[in-house]
T-cell receptor
Framework: GNSVTQMEGPVTLSEEAFLTINCTYT??????LFWYVQYPGEGLQLLLK?????DKGSNKGFEATYRKETTSFHLEKGSVQVSDSAVYFCALTGSGNTGKLIFGQGTTLQVKP | GAVVSQHPSWVICKSGTSVKIECRSL??????MFWYRQFPKQSLMLMAT?????????EQGVEKDKFLINHASLTLSTLTVTSAHPEDSSFYICSARDDSWIEAFFGQGTRLTVV
């Protein structure tokens, strides 16, 4: 079945450091891939998405490229800020556009001043 | 992005009572809504998928008689936790989408505490 695996956290970085959060997936067909962010006590916000191989999703300085050959969708940001501290979830929807999301386990990012 | 509103944001109830959580799409018609449950420091687990005007589809292991889902209109779905017990305490999150979209949009979540 479809699944998503994220690197375990927590990830602790200093402000302005480079961020990478690894995400790999297993899926049949051609899934769409997403990164969601969850701030403390809140629901999820869509951060970025990619719907086909080699697409790059980007938003608020974050980027992720859909790599079919390595089944990966790693999240990167060149310079993190304290306000980026949150839990990040990688997710996919399978073929067929059901909208049903399968989430990775989440990675907590803590950015220190 | 589209706006999904969930209410209440938190609720405390006594064991044995029922609690209703509402999920509304404010600026679009949601043909499909999803209900998730999130335990502390864990990922979201899909509980059920509801389509307007039809019965919800529950994921394996989710008790349909305990977690009643109603999607009576294109802008409202409700989750009722019946005869709540302390182990039902959790963070419940809904999401909604129009079937023509790739992504779904999430509500802000409801923190349920059963005492």
């Amino acid at each position: 079945g479809n699944s998503v695996t994220q690197m375990e956290g927590p990830v602790t970085l200093s402000e302005e450091a480079f961020l990478t959060i690894n995400c790999t997936y297993t899926a049949t067909g051609y899934p769409s891939l997403f990164w969601y962010v969850q701030y403390p006590g809140e629901g999820l916000q869509l951060l970025l998405k990619a719907t086909k191989a080699d697409d790059k999703g980007s938003n608020k300085g974050f980027e992720a490229t859909y790599r079919k050959e390595t089944t990966s969708f790693h999240l990167e940001k060149g310079s993190v800020q304290v306000s980026d501290s949150a839990v990040y979830f990688c997710a996919l929807t399978g073929s067929g556009n059901t909208g049903k999301l399968i989430f990775g386990q989440g990675t907590t990012l803590q950015v220190k001043p | 992005g589209a706006v999904v509103s969930q209410h209440p944001s938190w609720v405390i109830c006594k064991s044995g009572t029922s609690v209703k959580i509402e999920c509304r799409s404010l600026d679009f018609q949601a043909t499909t809504m999803f209900w998730y449950r999130q335990f502390p420091k864990q990922s979201l687990m899909l509980m059920a998928t509801s389509n307007e005007g039809s019965k919800a589809t529950y994921e394996q292991g989710v008790e349909k008689d305990k977690f009643l889902i109603n999607h009576a209109s294109l802008t409202l779905s409700t989750l009722t936790v019946t005869s709540a017990h302390p182990e039902d305490s959790s963070f419940y999150i809904c999401s909604a989408r129009d079937d023509s979209w790739i992504e779904a949009f999430f509500g802000q979540g409801t923190r349920l505490t059963v005492v």
